[in-house]
């Protein structure tokens, strides 16, 4: 399969590391066991969220995804063995 994230559509801005930060965040939820599609979705309204409303900001940015992805939920994370 294939995914394709991208931190904003193709006509906007991508303000700072809006997007990255919270998809890190939403993918270390569930002790890193959280699929993709479920940390890009949560990760996708904060980013629209913060790029409105944080002082920086002044124009909405909205993350995309484009999947070809077939089977399972994707889950990237894996674990801690240790705390």
């Known amino acids: 399969g294939l995914i394709i994230l991208s931190s ?6 991508s303000w700072s590391d809006l997007f990255t930060d919270n998809l890190i965040a939403a993918l270390k939820e569930k002790n890193g066991l959280v699929s993709l599609e479920e940390a890009f979705v949560k990760s996708r309204q904060k980013t629209e969220y913060d790029s409105l409303n944080r002082q920086f900001a002044a124009a909405r940015q909205t993350p995309v995804i484009k999947s070809s992805w077939q089977g399972n939920d994707l889950v990237i994370g894996a674990p801690a063995v240790e705390a």
């Not at 904003?8 to 801005?13: G, I, P, R």
């Open 8 to 13: 904003s559509k193709a006509d906007q801005l």
